[in-house]
């Protein structure tokens, strides 16, 4: 029987009754009289019973194994009962699609890897997610070498479905290839090392057994190395191929372009939370007894900075004026935010000149004017002092709504103080006035984002200073935190999900305490608040 593929013809009981030289080759038993089971793979045994079974030729060809062969058969049903199988070698396009299917998933893992990584900008959570993956898909345990912070480099361990974080202070060049990788540019190569040199820091507590192979592989980024990955497997695994290499390689890239990108956010975020620091409201404290208190809320709830500002500096002693200031600068959003933060700085500058209200105003007016800003502010000061049991005020607008004077009974007045905007004009005109505060009574200073904030039933109305006075008469007698909490919670029902502009309260409120006289009837005395 003359065929170019190997051929077998067995009977309906499953004996070989015919078999050509080629099949001869493939199957070394003596093929003819014995049993397909005995000398064929069980495979294709199974086949032919069930070809026999059901009296029709296969329609789809039967695949399997034989040796290092991948064998095709397909079936021939003869008119007496008996079936040819007809034999082709399909190895190479077993291991082909094999092949194939392996890149899928490797290019299916490497896409999910790197939407999980660069999902998040967390640099831990991004390390993490690192050696988590690199140890379930790449290796038996992975560690991360992070670039040194001073002399010690950050480690992560990712082993047995956890990762543990440390640091250590080690010499990379005590693993090979591992301070080339550090390096990051030019790109090195993923490099495979003697297992027996690796380090004991290198293997994570709790891996049994020995380590049979390691490689060593950078985390390049851009511009500058993000790391470096050490991938190792036991002994009793296949140790890395080139394949293999390369597919780890390209995860690193991935990896280290994500851990890049979380390292560089994480750097912008510390530098823009410092710069923050002193554009943010500060947190206000009582001083010399008497009690102040902030609220604070931008145009956009998104925001944490704008154009309103407040500050409280106490005096360098016990007996000298408190300044207290509320101002709004005209704009929104980080570019006011800006120049709130270099008004605020000036004020601080001037504040030897806080006992001249108008000087102090005049100096910053034309601090502004000799700016390259175009925005103006407007302000108010309040200078404040405790005397015995009233406190004393100076309050100054220099455009600002004037304070507010909440009295024990709960009326309401205006202090009569106005001025003209800061930063508009090279001459300013403001004028002073004082007050004075019993315990338990308030001054408010406010922007006019609580005034003009609109709202209401039909979400167009003002605020209003009206409804202001109405809702400060309520607050008689409560401290100051609770005067601004009250003024706040009432602005932000009426605005409800309108759109409003930054708003800034500040509270000062004389103490309830009263002061007590000196023991030696010489010095002030002390306060018990």
Same mark, same amino acid.
């Given at each position: 029987?003359?065929?170019?593929?190997?051929?077998?013809?067995?009977?309906?009981?499953?004996?070989?009754?015919?078999?050509?030289?080629?099949?001869?080759? $493939?199957?070394?038993?003596?093929?003819?009289?014995?049993?397909?089971?005995?000398?064929?793979?069980?495979?294709?045994?199974?086949?032919?019973?069930?070809?026999?079974?059901?009296?029709? #030729?296969? &329609?789809? *060809?039967?695949?399997?194994?034989?040796? =290092?062969?991948?064998?095709?058969?397909?079936?021939?049903?003869?008119?007496?009962?008996?079936?040819?199988?007809?034999?082709?070698?399909?190895?190479?396009?077993?291991?082909?699609?094999?092949?194939?299917?392996?890149?899928?998933?490797?290019?299916?893992?490497?896409?999910?890897?790197?939407? =999980?990584?660069?999902?998040?900008?967390?640099?831990d959570r991004c390390t993490e997610l690192a050696v988590t993956l690199a140890a379930e898909h790449l290796a038996d345990a992975a560690v991360l070498v992070a670039p040194a912070a001073g002399k010690r480099h950050p480690l992560a361990i990712g082993f047995d479905g956890s990762v543990s974080h440390r640091s250590l202070q080690m010499d990379p060049s005590t693993v090979p290839g591992l301070a080339e990788a550090l390096q990051g540019f030019p790109p090195v190569p993923s490099r495979w090392i003697d297992p027996a040199v690796l380090p004991d820091w290198a293997v994570p507590d709790g891996f049994t057994g020995p380590v049979g192979s390691v490689v060593v592989t950078p985390l390049p980024g851009p511009g500058f190395p993000a790391g470096a990955l050490i991938l190792l497997r036991r002994s009793g695994r296949d140790a890395f191929g080139p394949a293999e290499e390369t597919f780890a390689r390209v995860f690193a890239a991935r990896a280290g372009a994500a851990?890049?990108?979380?390292?560089?956010? =994480?750097?912008?975020?510390?530098?823009?939370?410092?710069?923050?620091?002193? $554009?943010? *409201?500060?947190?206000?404290?009582? /001083?010399?007894?008497?009690?102040?208190?902030?609220?604070?809320?931008?145009?956009?709830? &998104?925001?944490?900075?704008?154009?309103?500002?407040?500050?409280?500096?106490?005096?360098?002693?016990?007996?000298?004026?408190?300044?207290?200031?509320?101002?709004?600068?005209?704009?929104?959003?980080? #570019?006011?935010?800006?120049?709130?933060?270099?008004?605020?700085?000036?004020?601080?500058?001037?504040?030897?000149?806080?006992?001249?209200?108008?000087?102090?105003?005049?100096?910053?007016?034309?601090?502004?004017?000799?700016?390259?800003?175009?925005?103006?502010?407007?302000?108010?000061?309040?200078?404040?002092?405790?005397?015995?049991?009233?406190?004393?005020?100076?309050?100054?607008?220099?455009?600002?709504?004037?304070?507010?004077?909440?009295?024990?009974?709960? &009326?309401?007045?205006?202090?009569?103080?106005?001025?003209?905007?800061?930063?508009?004009? *090279?001459?300013?005109?403001?004028?002073?006035?004082? /007050?004075?505060?019993?315990?338990?009574?308030?001054?408010?200073?406010?922007?006019?984002?609580?005034?003009?904030?609109?709202?209401?039933?039909?979400?167009?109305?003002?605020?209003?200073?009206?409804?202001?006075?109405?809702?400060?008469?309520?607050? /008689?007698?409560?401290?100051?935190?609770?005067?601004?909490?009250?003024?706040?919670?009432?602005?932000?029902?009426?605005? #409800?999900?309108?759109?409003?502009?930054?708003?800034?309260?500040? /509270?000062?409120?004389? *103490?309830?305490?009263?002061?007590?006289?000196?023991?030696?009837?010489?010095?002030?005395?002390?306060?018990?608040?």
């Open positions: 029987m003359r065929a170019p593929c190997p051929v077998l013809v067995a009977d309906a009981v499953g004996v070989v009754v015919e078999a050509n030289a080629r099949a001869a080759a $493939l199957f070394p038993e003596p093929l003819r009289g014995a049993r397909l089971a005995d000398v064929a793979p069980s495979w294709l045994a199974e086949a032919h019973q069930r070809v026999v079974l059901t009296g029709e #030729d296969s &329609t789809e *060809p039967v695949r399997g194994r034989h040796a =290092q062969w991948s064998l095709e058969g397909h079936a021939t049903l003869g008119p007496d009962g008996t079936v040819v199988w007809w034999l082709a070698d399909d190895t190479e396009r077993a291991r082909t699609q094999a092949a194939l299917r392996s890149e899928q998933e490797r290019n299916a893992f490497l896409t999910e890897a790197s939407t =999980q990584m660069l999902a998040s900008l967390n640099l851990l890049s990108a979380a390292r560089l956010y =994480q750097g912008q975020a510390d530098v823009t939370a410092t710069l923050m620091a002193d $554009l943010l *409201p500060p947190l206000l404290r009582q /001083a010399q007894g008497v009690e102040f208190a902030g609220g604070y809320r931008t145009a956009k709830d &998104t925001e944490r900075v704008g154009g309103d500002f407040y500050d409280v500096h106490p005096g360098a002693g016990p007996d000298d004026e408190i300044l207290a200031v509320l101002g709004d600068v005209c704009g929104k959003g980080l #570019d006011a935010a800006v120049l709130t933060g270099k008004i605020r700085n000036t004020l601080q500058a001037l504040l030897p000149m806080a006992d001249d209200h108008q000087k102090l105003l005049a100096l910053l007016n034309g601090a502004l004017i000799n700016s390259r800003h175009t925005r103006f502010a407007t302000l108010v000061l309040a200078s404040v002092l405790r005397q015995g049991s009233l406190t004393r005020l100076r309050l100054t607008s220099a455009g600002h709504p004037a304070p507010l004077i909440l009295r024990r009974d709960g &009326t309401v007045r205006e202090a009569a103080t106005s001025g003209t905007l800061i930063g508009v004009l *090279p001459d300013i005109r403001s004028t002073t006035v004082e /007050a004075s505060l019993a315990p338990g009574e308030t001054c408010l200073l406010f922007t006019d984002g609580v005034t003009e904030a609109k709202g209401g039933p039909l979400g167009e109305a003002m605020f209003g200073e009206e409804r202001l006075r109405a809702a400060l008469g309520e607050c /008689a007698g409560l401290p100051a935190e609770a005067v601004v909490e009250r003024v706040q919670m009432l602005v932000s029902e009426w605005i #409800d999900d309108n759109r409003h502009d930054d708003i800034a309260v500040m /509270a000062i409120t004389a *103490p309830h305490t009263t002061h007590l006289a000196a023991v030696d009837g010489h010095t002030p005395g002390r306060y018990t608040a």
